[in-house]
Structures are given as structure tokens and as C-alpha cells.
């Protein structure tokens, strides 16, 4: 390339040369007139090297412009304007040219309206630098080859394929993509590597592929989904199963068929069988075969295996198809049809006392294996000897094993039972024989009431403070026998009564309290009575006739009579009674309804009302009325239940003798209980 120096060298000399010849009086008589200004405006525009230029990708190189008069004389000009017919193969900036991509361009220089004749530059690709994916991997399928293989090119750090590139091209999935096989190394030819047998294997979804290259830049291909591969076999969807020997799996047992990857695979048609292998003694096996929907999925509804408990091995097998699959079986007892004694009674056993060692039997199958099935009820009765059994019945826990907790010889004489025990489709089992004895002298039920006429009685008043009484108290042994003593007397509140030893109750103030009588061995065989003691010994009483009421479920509905009683024929004008609930924060609170009955012996003057607001109740009644007289009949709803014994409160808020006159301060007011469990 000739350098700029040497180009003004070779313009500037003709003018030279004409300075010499007119320095030696050449040309002309000197003494004639001045030559006429030269002309200095630009004819032509040079660039040098004229020659075509030779560039590699990346590489730069120089250009000079250089402007001339008509009479080839060289001008100065501040600057040419240069420019490239391609600036994405050559760029040009102040006569310096760059090569960019592979290929040719014309570079001119220019200034005002001259332009250059242009000069021809090619750029050739550069070094290999990277890898771009020409063509995407597509259509996978797992275990089978890609339907589109994946092209590979070398390029420079422009991005021009290096034909002359030959390096090996590596094929790689990322970690956990799965297994890639084939050929994953090919040479690049002429700068292109191309794929022929790629194949991807492992589970469905959305997978890349990286290339790679030493020294140069790797790339990663597009996203691609691979899909179940080819069937190969058919598995189960659970990891082991248990089955009741003879009874149909509860739940719906499903075989899968797959590929070689573990796969789901829609492949309808196919027969599935089952077989079963391993365990003890002879097995059979049905409900065995099934046949494979839309989805693949062959549902086995009556699968039933019968043999011995134990281990075994189911085989799954689909035709067509060359693998298998096998799953572990737990094989345990089936439907229980007879009872087998675990545990047996003891040699020996008291009436009324729980047997010492309480029996345990277990349900088996018609093969003898325990079976397993909960809530089977199970009776016990006495099958040789007298008397009956408390605690006779018990049910089967999850293991089919049957524990009775309280069974206990009832009535009868000392001598040998024994206990069968049986249940709904069960064969029965029987114990030994047991040597049934009777302690006469422990206590087994206790009952306590007023007196001995009257057995129901369980609320009653005493006549007032300073009275006595004695309750009637039966006592029985364990073989039904009256006796007596072997019980305590408790007094729950001893500041309104006491009683001693004997049950001999007294009086103290005025109130009301529980009086207990309980067994001296054990305090759960017991009985009791609210005894009321009245303020005054003739003063009327305010009750009801409501004993006692258990609430079995809620709401419960019941009726009670409120009584103005009068201990010395005193007759009653009329009565204001309010009616409440337990305590406001007793969680126990009867909800009372305007439900009232008129009783015969209230005249048709009788008016009587219900306030649900206040729970305030009216009572009138005319002079008439007997001196000992029910006035009205409530209907209660408790819609809440306690934790304890609750109660409803009667308020006397005034009561009037026959001559209209208040003696509510005379009055006692004995409130009823209500046994809320």
C-alpha cells in the first residue's frame, strides 16, 4: 500500500519542474506582463491503495484520499467524507476500515461533489469463536430417537460461519433431564456439525439440550416436550398391597401400563393378569383379570386372594408387552366365622366380684387366621352351672381381638360354671370350668328411702329443726340376701343435719342437704335422699312434686306440679311464685313455655300466666281451694346441659292466708333437683 508521503511527492513534481524552467529564463521575455493564479479547485479524488483489500473479521486497515486540480496538482482539504456500500461487512471511519461479516464492500471517499472511484474491500471469516443452533432437536419421544435432529454451526465473534472450522461438537442434557444417547459427539464439517441419532429418555415434560465445544462458547437449544415412549410394561400404582384372605380389596386395585422410563402410556386393549406367588399352603386367586382403558389403566374392582396370613408376591403381566412388574402382597385374615379363647378364665372366681382374670378371645377366619375386623359383638352367658353374668358383652378392636373388662358372676350358689361365648354367625368357644364361690358378707347394692312402705320416695321434709327420723335402708350380699351393716352414713352439709351410725337422722336449721349411705368396701355401691328441713314445724310448705329427673337427651320435656302444702289447715287466698333456672353462670338453663294445665281441683276463677322474658309465674288462686293443694302444672323444655346436678328455683314472692293477710315470711320453699348427665 503506497504510503501518503510518497503520493505528494510524485503530485507536487510537474510544478517543480516548471519553478526550474522559469528560474533559467525558459518560457517567456521577463520582462513581459504576470502570469494569471493558478486554478486550485479540486478535479478528482484519489484513494490508495486503488487495489481491491483483503480484510479478516475483526481485523482493520487503512485508507488515504488525496484531491487534485485538473492540472494534476495536489490540494488541501480538511477532511473527505468516506463511505462504504455495506456497513455491516465493512465499516469506515477517517479512511480506517473494519471487517465485519464475511463478504464484499465498496469503500469511496468524497468532498464537496467529488467522489472517489471506490475501492473494493472483501472480509473473510474470523477465528471460530461460538456455537448457534441452525437447527432445533424437536418430536421426542422417550427411549426413541429425535424426529428432528439438531444442527450445530461454528461461528466467529461476528457471527460468520468459519467453513474452515472442524472441531468436535458435543451433545449434553442439563442435570436431572433424563439419559441422552446415541452419538453425541459429531465433527463439524465446513463449520456445521449435524446430529443423526440423538435420543432422550426419562420422564415427560419440557426439556433442552446443551452444545458445547472446547475453547469456544456453548449454546442451548429451544425448549422441547418429550412424550411417554414406547409400552414396554405394565406396573401397579401402589408400592405393596394388603388384602383380607377371601374378601375383596375395599379400595379399586389399578395397573399402569408404561415404558422403559416409568411413563403412563395411553395404550387401551390390553389384557392385564395377575398371578400370585410365595406364602404358605395353596393359594387361590380371582377377579384377576382386567382389561386396559383409553388412559392405559386396567382397574381391578373384585381382586380376592384366600389362603394363609403371611407374605407373598403379586406378578402383573399385559400381552404384548415384554416386561413385567411385581408388587409385595400382605395377606391377612379374612372374614371371621368362629371365636377362639386367647386367654381363659381363671380356676377360681367369687359371685359379685369381676373375675380377677378377665378372658380374651380372638375372631378367626374359616382358614384359622386371626381376622381383623373391628365392632364385632361379642356375648358371654353361662352355659353349665346357676345364676347369670354382668358385664357380658364386648366388641372386637381393629386386630379382631376381643377384651371383656367387667364381666362378673351374678346370683346363684358356690359351684362350677362355665362361660360360652358367642356371636351373630360366629362358631362359639367355651371356657374351662371355674369354682364359683360367695363372699356373704361383702355388699353389693345399697337402697335408701324414707321409709319401708315407701320405696320411691327419694325428696322429703322433716317436720323442722329438732326432728328425727330414721330411713328405711335395704342392704343385699352377693347373692341377693338382706343383711345388715357394712355401710357408712355421710351427711353432705352437717350444719343443717346429722346422722349417726344407725342412720339416725336429726335436724339442725332450716335448708336442705343430701344424706348418702355407701357401702364400707366400696364407695360406688351407694344411694342417697334430699332431706328438706323446714324453718318452722307448722308454717305451709312451697314444692313440687318432681323427685328427681334425669336428662337422657336435649331437649327434654317434662312436667312439674308446684304444691302450696299447709301443715294446720290453714287455707290460702292466693300466691306469687316466680320460677327460675339454675344460676346465670351455670352453663345449665331451662328454657320454660307457656304450657299450663288447669287441674280439677281449681276453680274456674284460677288465672295463671307465664312471662318468657322474666320467667315470672302468676299463681291466684280463690279461697276455696284445699288447704293442701296443687295451683299449677309446668311444662319445662331444658334445651342445655351441665356439668353436674342442676336445679330450678321457686321464689315465693308472696303468699296470702284465707283472710288475705301475707305470710310469706312463715313459709318454707323446698326447691326440686334436676340430674343433668
Not at 294446720?568 to 320454660?592: E, L, Q, T
Request: glycine content about 10%; some cysteine.
Amino acid at each position: 500500500m503506497m504510503n501518503r508521503a510518497r503520493f505528494v511527492a510524485l503530485r507536487a513534481l510537474p510544478a517543480l519542474l516548471l519553478a526550474v524552467v522559469s528560474a533559467c529564463g525558459g518560457g517567456g521575455d521577463s520582462g513581459g506582463p504576470s502570469a494569471p493564479p493558478p486554478d486550485n479547485s479540486i478535479a478528482r479524488i484519489e484513494i490508495s491503495p486503488s487495489a481491491a483489500v483483503t480484510l479478516v473479521s475483526g481485523t482493520t486497515g487503512t485508507l488515504n484520499a488525496g484531491a487534485l486540480t485538473k492540472d494534476n496538482r495536489l490540494v488541501s482539504v480538511s477532511s473527505f467524507i468516506w463511505a462504504s456500500s455495506n456497513d455491516a461487512v465493512v465499516s469506515v471511519s477517517g479512511g480506517v476500515i473494519t471487517g465485519r461479516l464475511a463478504g464484499s464492500a465498496t469503500i469511496t471517499a468524497s468532498s464537496g461533489s467529488v467522489v472517489s472511484p471506490g475501492v473494493t474491500v472483501t472480509v473473510s471469516a474470523g477465528a471460530a469463536a461460538r456455537l448457534v443452533v441452525r437447527a432445533q432437536p424437536e418430536g421426542a419421544a422417550s427411549g426413541t430417537p429425535l424426529t428432528a435432529q439438531p444442527v450445530i454451526e461454528v461461528r466467529d465473534v461476528a457471527g460468520n460461519l468459519v467453513t474452515t472450522a472442524a472441531v468436535p461438537v458435543t451433545a449434553a442434557l442439563p442435570q436431572g433431564g433424563g439419559v441422552l444417547s446415541g452419538a453425541t459427539t459429531v465433527n463439524s464439517v465446513q463449520g456445521i456439525a449435524q446430529f443423526a441419532n440423538l435420543t432422550v429418555a426419562g420422564t415427560v415434560g419440557p426439556r433442552t439440550l446443551v452444545f458445547s465445544s472446547a475453547g469456544l462458547t456453548a449454546v442451548t437449544s429451544a425448549a422441547f416436550t418429550l412424550r411417554a415412549g414406547a409400552p414396554a410394561a405394565v406396573a401397579a400404582t401402589v408400592p405393596a398391597l394388603t388384602l383380607r384372605s377371601g374378601i375383596a380389596n375395599p379400595v379399586s386395585f389399578v395397573a399402569q401400563v408404561r415404558d422403559v422410563a416409568g411413563n403412563d402410556v395411553a395404550l387401551a386393549g390390553r389384557t392385564v393378569q395377575i398371578a400370585v406367588q410365595g406364602g404358605t399352603g395353596s393359594t387361590t386367586v380371582s377377579g384377576n383379570s382386567s382389561i386396559t382403558d383409553a388412559q392405559g389403566r386396567a382397574t381391578f374392582t373384585t381382586l380376592v386372594v384366600a389362603g394363609v396370613a403371611g407374605a407373598r408376591q403379586l406378578t402383573l403381566t399385559a400381552d404384548g408387552l415384554p416386561g413385567t412388574a411385581t408388587i409385595p402382597l400382605s395377606l391377612v385374615g379374612g372374614r371371621p366365622t368362629r371365636l377362639r379363647i386367647e386367654r381363659d378364665l381363671p380356676s377360681t372366681a367369687s359371685i359379685g366380684v369381676p373375675i380377677p382374670q378377665q378372658p380374651v378371645l380372638q375372631l378367626l377366619d374359616s382358614l384359622g387366621n386371626t381376622a381383623p375386623q373391628q365392632d364385632v359383638t361379642v356375648n358371654a352367658a353361662v352355659l353349665s352351672g346357676l345364676g347369670t353374668l354382668l358385664g357380658s358383652v364386648a366388641t372386637s378392636d381393629t386386630t379382631g381381638r376381643v377384651t371383656f373388662s367387667s364381666l362378673t358372676f351374678n346370683g346363684g350358689t358356690a359351684g362350677q360354671r362355665s362361660i360360652q361365648f358367642s356371636g351373630s354367625g360366629l362358631t362359639s368357644a367355651t371356657s374351662r370350668l371355674v369354682d364359683v364361690t360367695i363372699d356373704v358378707s361383702r355388699v353389693t347394692s345399697v337402697s335408701v328411702s324414707k321409709t319401708s312402705a315407701d320405696t320411691v320416695e327419694r325428696m322429703f321434709h322433716m317436720r323442722g329443726p329438732l326432728d328425727t327420723l330414721t330411713p328405711s335402708v335395704r342392704i343385699r350380699n352377693a347373692v341377693g340376701q338382706l343383711q345388715s351393716g357394712g355401710v357408712r352414713w355421710i351427711v353432705r352439709d352437717p350444719t343443717r343435719l346429722t346422722v349417726d351410725g344407725n342412720g339416725r337422722l336429726s335436724a339442725v336449721r332450716a335448708g336442705r342437704t343430701f344424706v348418702v349411705v355407701q357401702s364400707a368396701t366400696d364407695s360406688t355401691i351407694a344411694d342417697s335422699l334430699l332431706v328438706f328441713v323446714p324453718q318452722n314445724t307448722t308454717g305451709p310448705i312451697l314444692r313440687t312434686d318432681l323427685k328427681s329427673y334425669r336428662l337422657n337427651h336435649l331437649p327434654s320435656r317434662f312436667q312439674m306440679s308446684v304444691i302450696v302444702e299447709s301443715r294446720d289447715v290453714r287455707r290460702f287466698a292466693g300466691a306469687d311464685i316466680s320460677v327460675i333456672g339454675a344460676p346465670d353462670n351455670n352453663p345449665f338453663a331451662p328454657v320454660f313455655f307457656a304450657d299450663v294445665v288447669r287441674l280439677p281441683d281449681v276453680t274456674a276463677g284460677f288465672v295463671a300466666g307465664i312471662s318468657l322474658e322474666n320467667r315470672i309465674v302468676a299463681l291466684w288462686t280463690p279461697p276455696s281451694v284445699r288447704s293442701s293443694a296443687t295451683v299449677v302444672l309446668l311444662t319445662i323444655v331444658c334445651d342445655q346441659r351441665g356439668p353436674g346436678p342442676e336445679q330450678i328455683i321457686l321464689l315465693l314472692n308472696q303468699l296470702l292466708d284465707g283472710n288475705y293477710s301475707d305470710i310469706t315470711s312463715a313459709t318454707s320453699v323446698f326447691n326440686p333437683v334436676l340430674v343433668a348427665r
